[in-house]
């Protein structure tokens, strides 16, 4: 099905682009997991990333024009809208974010004491720290993508992965992480 | 460590914080495409503007013919399953007719449930339109929620859950619905705002669904007059408002 979706990539793009909005579903279909996963990362919280992910669809429907019709950047365009949306998510409820993913309390060191020390070292990250190191390791999105995602240079961009890395590693060069 | 190493291990990583999307997530936001217009131009909107007008000159020269005895009928939202029309009743019911019930005005009304599921799921909405009062009927999947409340309001501005937004809706007054241990998301793929077109109940909006919280704004034309009762077989709450 992925596959016949890429095929009709570009019909599918005329036909969003005309106000058709089961063509942009089908459109952004194949990139919802990775947003999904890019929001979890990014809040640390399952439920609220599908919540951020179906909300950030809506506003890229209605931003479509802004694209206009560049299917090679539809995906980092796509992934800088739910990582604005996942930021929206935390301002609103700051509460809720920072009970699960900046303050970690006793009670979460100890359930996650069984998970790797990555794990918990990414944990210690802020959100923003998270995301060029998911756009670009977990993702697996170019350089290029990841710089459009972000909004930034590439050259930012790649600063931005080797700081957030070497915060993981502090003994990576950048030769190891880009 | 090689990149190579480092790269898997963050993938591992961040598996565990993520896990997967349930398989609901397409669905859901394919749904929640179809109930939402695209923003276009000035010219559409003037467009849509002069078929909304002249939409509402047919709708008032329907209402308006005396010959018209059928109620209106609000289709439910795409995928749902075609069901009569809250006017005509539609299931068989022990529990007491809500014309058997005063109107009430302004003031405040709670419902609690016996035996409630863990998360009460909407399944459908209706409304429709008779002599005197114009009616809404929320019906759920699996049994009474855990609670209902109704709270008139002297304006149509209504919080979006989650988001914080003010959405005002059509007419002068409105009528808050909360329902506790509930979920609109579920089993309910209708339209989240319904334009009525009547005298009394003007639009009804889903403005939350959030933590087992549904929110759902009614628009009325004028200060809330209605009466609500809880109806059984399937469990549903249904709301008349009042008209003149």
Redo the contacts between chains.
């Keep these: 099905m992925l596959a016949a979706v890429m095929e009709q990539r570009p019909q599918l793009m005329v036909s969003a682009a005309a106000?058709d909005?089961?063509s942009?579903?089908a459109l952004?279909?194949p990139l919802?997991?990775q947003a999904?996963?890019l929001a979890?990362?990014m809040l640390?919280d399952?439920p609220a990333?599908?919540?951020a992910?179906?909300?950030a669809?809506?506003k890229a429907?209605?931003?479509?024009r802004q694209l206009r019709g560049d299917l090679t950047s539809l995906r980092p365009w796509f992934l800088s809208i739910v990582a604005n949306e996942c930021r929206m998510?935390r301002r609103?409820?700051w509460w809720s974010v920072l009970k699960l993913a900046d303050v970690p309390s006793s009670a979460w060191r100890s359930e996650e004491r069984d998970?790797?020390n990555?794990?918990q070292a990414?944990?210690n990250l802020s959100p923003e720290e998270r995301l060029p190191?998911?756009l670009h390791?977990?993702l697996d999105l170019p350089l290029a993508e990841v710089a459009r995602a972000l909004r930034v240079s590439p050259a930012a961009a790649k600063s931005r992965i080797f700081r957030a890395?070497r915060r993981?590693?502090s003994?990576?060069t950048l030769?190891?992480?880009? | 460590?090689?990149?190579e190493n480092?790269?898997r291990?963050?993938?591992?990583?961040?598996d565990?914080?993520?896990?997967?999307?349930?398989a609901a997530?397409?669905d859901?936001?394919?749904s929640?495409?179809?109930n939402?217009p695209?923003?276009?131009g000035p010219y559409w909107i003037a467009g849509v503007v002069a078929v909304v007008i002249a939409l509402v000159v047919i709708g008032v020269l329907f209402v308006g013919n005396p010959l018209n005895h059928q109620p209106a009928k609000i289709v439910p939202g795409a995928g749902a399953i075609p069901t009569p029309s809250a006017a005509q009743s539609p299931s068989p019911c022990s529990s007491p007719t809500p014309s058997s019930q005063p109107f009430v005005c302004a003031s405040s009304t709670s419902f609690t449930g016996q035996q409630p599921p863990p998360s009460a799921y909407v399944d459908a909405v209706r409304t429709g339109t008779h002599t005197g009062y114009d009616r809404l009927t929320i019906e759920f999947q699996n049994g009474q929620p855990q609670s209902i409340q109704l709270q008139p309001q002297a304006n149509t501005a209504f919080t979006r859950d989650?988001?914080?937004a003010t959405v005002n809706l059509a007419g002068n007054d409105g009528l808050l619905v909360t329902i506790f241990s509930g979920d609109a998301h579920t089993a309910y793929s209708g339209p989240s705002d319904i334009k009525t077109g009547y005298t009394g109940l003007l639009e009804v909006r889903l403005v939350g669904d959030?933590e087992g919280y549904v929110h759902i704004g009614l628009g009325l034309a004028k200060p809330a007059c209605y009466r609500a009762v809880i109806m059984t077989n399937p469990a549903r709450l249904v709301i008349d408002i009042q008209t003149p």
């Design positions: 106000g909005a089961d942009f579903a952004i279909e919802l997991d999904y996963r979890a990362v640390a399952r990333a599908e919540d992910v179906q909300e669809s809506i429907w209605r931003k479509l998510t609103r409820r998970t790797s990555l794990h990414l944990l190191l998911v390791f977990y890395a993981l590693r003994d990576l030769e190891e992480v880009i | 460590m090689t990149n480092f790269r291990e963050l993938g591992h990583a961040f565990e914080m993520a896990g997967s999307p349930s997530l397409p859901r936001v394919r929640s495409l179809a939402v695209e923003q276009k989650g988001i914080g959030f």
